[in-house]
């Protein structure tokens, strides 16, 4: 373990790469401040960039985005009401009001604080547990990955939406995005419709920044309101020996919380934020108090975003199963560089695993500085109008998309999946879903016919090995859960 | 729409062979995931059609459909005439009539932008860009 954090600390503290990682963090926290810029488009938007940069670099660039935007969406939830990225949602129930009250500094203050805590928390569980998963995971055999991105899937759908089939629908249209191309077995051509220019297949930085970014911005257009700041003076950002009495315990649960939600996949930052925020109202003696500025329900779900932005990159770097979208943009640019993700990763390419977890370290320390004291420029950024913003990442997107592979076809696809994009937006599909699904379908479809293959065509192998029949069981009873609980809602209602 | 692109795939799978489960051929993923796709969008054309569940288009669609517009202009521009006239003819629609920014403020963020991605793009990262005044620029047309 010691050999390998040198070799971390070798790779994270060149020059470049503290220069990539403090690059990342500020801009993370800029798009985290900037509502309607979430961290998931900002990262399709510089996918193109990784072509050009070392591989180690940009993820350690591409993960401070993620991880610096879970700091920054508080802000423009407490000053604003108005929350900066998903993740923040519900610190905006309280962190508003404590800003009403003047408490603003104090809002921010412990939100910095609580995600400092829980981001440390989440890297050294990531630095300690990832090896030792991976480690478990080289026993998988085809039928085991199988079934385990088949409960990814069913996870993935069923805990991030409120329609289920709809989410379902998405991931299926993005198996089969994935499936034009070359055929990866026979090497004839599918799906292409006789063309050539579909060959090789859609480029999946193309249609995340297509779904991402022009779908939000085209979306964005329409229904942009005007953020009003509460008070663009902020005092006192440093909490009273009170206020942190009152949010030591929130934050260590949030950490604790975030960190195992992080894990599942489909869970991630936004629903450990919601449960930590239930959880503390519950075990509160003043429940009364939540919703009127109670500084425990900024400092919970704050902790618990942060740590699940950490912790979702151990299934990504052990098992290979990205758990949110952010997480699918991670498996593209490994992809990108020919890396494949998975239980081998840590042992092939340590440089990498070891760099990036110990630019989290350093990342950390450096968003705790830029949140703390220098927080007042960055509500500046809240004064940038939406309409100028959006022009300009229009046209970034375009030609990024254009340099991936100096193609204006892919500039035409982009323009075809940021409608896509936007009529999802609009009729509730997640896109989400839809890119996990298409970077996920080659290597469940070639696990799946490897599969079949060592069965010599039964299907039942899936169920027959055990850690292959558990994974599915688990997806199985997540299934009957929902829809237990739909039935009996809806007979209620009927009732009613 | 679901429903079209199911159909359509479940057909092509079908023209790829199936094969056997023993000998999976190159068609049985992609018929599996399209017969599933069917499904799923049967059930949900049956299950709620009501339009309520979706979000109205209101009178800033008509901006939406404009940048879309200017997007595929912008595209044919940056084709034939090069990168820089296209930035800046889509960033003065997009900022002056999509955004209604004054002319002031959309004419200092054109220029702003447009030097931004004339060097990120084209001195930093020397990404060859098509159209006649890029191909000039290079001196391709030097007599």
Known sequence: MFDQMMLGFQVALTYSNILYCAAGVTLGTAIGVLPGLGPVATISLLLPLTYSIPLESSI??????????????????ILVNLPGEAASVVTALDGYQMAKKGRAGVALGIAAIGSFVAGTVAIVGLNLFAPIVSRWAIKFGPPEYVALMVMGLTFITY???KSPLRSVISALIGLLLAVIGVDPEYGGARLTF???TLLSGLDF???AMGLFGVGEVLYCLETSGEA?????KI???FPSRKDLAAAAGPITRGSVLGFLVGLLPGGGAVISSLLSYAVEKRLSKHPEEFGQGAIQGVAGPESANNAAAGSAFIPLLTLGLPSNAVMALMFGALMIHGVTPGPFLIKEVPELFWGVVVSMYIGNVLLLILNLPMIGLFVKLLKVRLSILSACVLVITLIGVYSVNNNVFDMWVLLLFGIVGYLMRKFEFEPGPLVLAFVLGPILETAFRQSLIISNGNPGIFVT???????????GLLVASQLFARKKKSEQNYEA | MPLVIGIVAAVGAYELELGQLNKPGPGLWPFILSVMLVACSLVLFVKDVRKDNYEKFTGKTKLVIYSIVATAVFIVVFKTLGLVAAVVALLLFQLRVVGAESWKISALVTVGMTVAVYLLFSLWLKIPFPGLLSLIERGCFRV
């Open chain 1, 60 to 77: 350690i660039l591409l993960s401070g985005i993620y991880y610096g935007a879970m700091y920054g969406g508080s802000t423009t939830s």
């Open chain 1, 159 to 161: 805990l991030s939406t």
């Open chain 1, 194 to 196: 006789g063309t050539d």
């Open chain 1, 205 to 207: 930085a193309v249609i």
């Open chain 1, 228 to 232: 009003k700041l509460i008070t663009d």
């Open chain 1, 235 to 237: 005092s006192q950002v």
């Open chain 1, 465 to 475: 090995r055990p850690i292959s029949l558990f994974f599915l069981c688990l997806a």
